[in-house]
Antibody, heavy 122, light 110 residues
Framework: EVQLVESGGGLVQPGGSLRLSCVAS????????MNWVRQAPGKGLEWVSG????????KYGDSVKGRFTISRDNSEKTLYLQMDSLRVEDTAVYYC???????????????WGQGALVTVSS | QSALTQPASVSGSPGQSITISCTGS?????????VSWYQQHPDRAPKLLIS???NRPSGVSIRFSGSKSGNTASLTISGLQTEDEAVYYC??????????FGGGTKLTVL
C-alpha cells in the first residue's frame, strides 16, 4: 500500500523559513518523480514544485521560484521542501504527491499525502 | 500561465448526469493529452479520477468519464450519487513544463 506522510508544518513569521518532509512507503521511491501541491484555506490547488526520480532535475511554479527548494533522499525515501523568505500568501496545506513515472512530463498525481499546514503570520 | 477555467459550481439530482468543463489554451490543454481530473471531499486529500484525458485508474467507478476537444476538457459523471458531492479539479501539463490546475468546481447533488 502506497503511503505518503508529511511533517514539518507549523506557524512561522513572514520572512522566515520552514522545511517540510514527506516519507514514502509502498513503492520504489527512486523510480518516480515527486511533487508538492498546495491549497490555501478555502481555495483551489496550486502546483508548487516537482523533482525527477533521480533528483537531477527540478521545476518550480512562478510564485515560489527562487524562494523554495525541492530535494529528495532516495536512500531514506524522503521528499523535502525547503521554504525560505515565506510570505503571508504562502499559507496553505502542502501536499506531497507521487507522480506517474520518473520524469517531469505529462504529470499526474496518483497518490497524495494527508497534507501539512503551513501558516505564515506575524 | 493562468489557471485553467472551470465553472464554480454545478448541481444535479441523483441518477442524473452532469458535465464539468475545463478550458485552457493551446499551450496546455490543447497541446497534449495530459489532462487529469481529481475529486476532493471536505478536509480530505485530492483523489485521482481520470488521467490522460479519459483513462480511469483501477478502482474508479465507470460512472466517471473524460474527454477533450481543442482547448477544452470535460468530466462527465453519470448516475449521480450523493457521495459524488465534492469539489472537482482539472489539471494539465503545460508547454513550459509546469502543471496547471483549474479553480475547482463544487458539485451539489440535490
Amino acid at each position: 500500500e502506497v503511503q505518503l506522510v508529511e511533517s514539518g508544518g507549523g506557524l512561522v513569521q513572514p520572512g522566515g523559513s520552514l522545511r517540510l518532509s514527506c516519507v514514502a512507503s509502498g513503492f520504489t521511491f527512486s523510480n518516480f518523480a515527486m511533487n508538492w501541491v498546495r491549497q490555501a484555506p478555502g481555495k483551489g490547488l496550486e502546483w508548487v514544485s516537482g523533482i525527477i526520480g533521480g533528483g537531477g532535475d527540478t521545476k518550480y511554479g512562478d510564485s515560489v521560484k527562487g524562494r523554495f527548494t525541492i530535494s529528495r533522499d532516495n536512500s531514506e525515501k524522503t521528499l523535502y521542501l525547503q521554504m525560505d523568505s515565506l510570505r503571508v500568501e504562502d499559507t496553505a496545506v502542502y501536499y506531497c504527491a507521487k507522480d506517474r513515472w520518473e520524469l517531469l512530463r505529462g504529470n499526474y498525481f496518483d497518490y497524495w499525502g494527508q497534507g501539512a499546514l503551513v501558516t505564515v503570520s506575524s | 500561465q493562468s489557471a485553467l477555467t472551470q465553472p464554480a459550481s454545478v448541481s444535479g439530482s441523483p441518477g442524473q448526469s452532469i458535465t464539468i468543463s475545463c478550458t485552457g489554451s493551446s499551450r496546455d490543454v490543447g497541446a497534449y493529452r495530459y489532462v487529469s481530473w481529481y475529486q476532493q471531499h471536505p478536509d480530505r486529500a485530492p483523489k485521482l479520477l481520470i488521467s490522460d484525458v479519459s483513462n480511469r485508474p483501477s478502482g474508479v467507478s465507470i460512472r466517471f468519464s473524460g474527454s477533450k476537444s481543442g482547448n477544452t476538457a470535460s468530466l462527465t459523471i453519470s448516475g449521480l450519487q450523493t457521495e459524488d458531492e465534492a469539489v472537482y479539479y482539472c489539471s494539465s501539463y503545460a508547454t513550459n513544463s509546469h502543471v496547471l490546475f483549474g479553480g475547482g468546481t463544487k458539485l451539489t447533488v440535490l
